[in-house]
């Protein structure tokens, strides 16, 4: 099963910006796997925030279109989030996800705590 290991988040000013990272190891099919974001902040339920396909298709939720970006790097095994223009409502732990459509597995990563404040 892929393991997955985020980085990037912090603590930023809003109107700033951070740039997420997701880094896919245990595995040589990186580049089938959906890959995507979510993010739950205290008290809410965990929310995608955006996807990307191994076709490159994406996905944004209504919230963050615009501000953010989702792209993926085979090569690497890795996924970024960029986030701009951020807000102190976009606060929230960050998980990465690989979905493989294959064995119809989704994988987690620990999460990365963003904090915009305001």
């Known amino acids: 099963q892929v393991q997955l290991v985020e980085s990037g988040g912090g603590l930023v000013q809003s109107g700033g910006s951070l740039r997420l990272s997701c880094l896919a190891s245990?595995?040589?099919?990186?580049?089938?796997?959906?890959m995507g974001w979510y993010r739950q902040a205290p008290g809410k339920q965990r929310e995608l925030v955006a996807a990307?396909?191994?076709?490159?298709?994406?996905n944004y939720a209504d919230s963050v279109k615009g501000r953010f970006t989702i792209s993926r790097d085979n090569a690497k095994n890795t996924v970024y989030l960029q986030m701009n223009s951020l807000k102190p409502e976009d606060t929230a732990v960050y998980y990465c996800?690989?979905?493989?459509?294959?064995?119809?597995?989704?994988?987690w990563g620990q999460g990365t705590q963003v904090t915009v404040s305001s």
């Open positions: 990307i396909t191994s076709g490159g298709s994406l």
């Open positions: 996800y690989a979905y493989d459509p294959i064995t119809r597995v989704k994988s």
């Open positions: 245990g595995s040589t099919l990186f580049s089938r796997y959906a």
